[in-house]
T-cell receptor, first 114, second 116 residues
Framework: AQSVTQPDIHITVSEGASLELRCNYS??????LFWYVQSPGQGLQLLLK??????LVQGIKGFEAEFKRSQSSFNLRKPSVHWSDAAEYFCAVAANFGNEKLTFGTGTRLTIIP | GAVVSQHPSRVICKSGTSVKIECRSLDFQATTMFWYRQFPKQSLMLMATSNEGSKATYEQGVEKDKFLINHASLTLSTLTVTSAHPEDSSFYIC????????????FGDGTRLSIL
């Protein structure tokens, strides 16, 4: 069975600074990887996904993530954060695309300070 | 883009009441819908996978008689929490996948269920 680890429970970043959120996965084959963002009391919005091909994927809101098979990682990055980026971020993995049962990490809460 | 509507957004009711939550795909057909539960400051835990026209598949540890799921059409799935108790209080989120599509799941905005 697949699993996802997000080592950082809470990260605080100054507005305008760069951001990297860590995600490590465990799965025997090539995984399908996702990053979602959740604002308080709301559902999830997809930031980006990786299925195959180029290991550096671009997403919405200026986010990108890099798939590194050797490290079993799929870290999320943004060069310059905005106050509106404050939210909870979830990394998720799916074993296959047809069913796409998602396994989520425990999330990283991002706080932005002025 | 694809929109998933979840209703109600918040419900407060007495212990012993049954509560129905609706999940609708507004502009696409969803052969598969997923129901998740999220406790405060925790991740989403998949409860069940709902396929149109067939019985839902429940994850281990989820009581199927407690959480009734019906996926009667390609745009609607419902989750009924039967005889709800305070421990059922949680944030419930649904998601839907478009049929014959390469796009991933679209999530609803969730339902905050509070049982008094």
């Amino acid at each position: 069975a697949q699993s996802v680890t997000q080592p950082d429970i809470h990260i605080t970043v100054s507005e305008g600074a760069s951001l990297e959120l860590r995600c490590n996965y465990s799965y025997g084959a090539t995984p399908y990887l996702f990053w979602y963002v959740q604002s308080p009391g709301q559902g999830l919005q997809l930031l980006l996904k990786y299925f195959s091909g180029d290991t550096l994927v671009q997403g919405i809101k200026g986010f990108e993530a890099e798939f590194k098979r050797s490290q079993s990682s799929f870290n999320l990055r943004k060069p310059s954060v905005h106050w509106s980026d404050a939210a909870e971020y979830f990394c998720a993995v799916a074993a296959n695309f047809g069913n796409e049962k998602l396994t989520f990490g425990t999330g990283t809460r991002l706080t932005i300070i002025p | 883009g694809a929109v998933v509507s979840q209703h109600p957004s918040r419900v407060i009711c007495k212990s012993g009441t049954s509560v129905k939550i609706e999940c609708r795909s507004l502009d696409f057909q969803a052969t598969t819908m997923f129901w998740y539960r999220q406790f405060p400051k925790q991740s989403l835990m998949l409860m069940a996978t709902s396929n149109e026209g067939s019985k839902a598949t429940y994850e281990q540890g989820v009581e199927k008689d407690k959480f009734l799921i019906n996926h009667a059409s390609l745009t609607l799935s419902t989750l009924t929490v039967t005889s709800a108790h305070p421990e059922d209080s949680s944030f419930y989120i649904c998601s839907a996948r478009e049929a014959l599509s390469t796009t991933p799941q679209h999530f609803g905005d969730g339902t905050r269920l509070s049982i008094l």
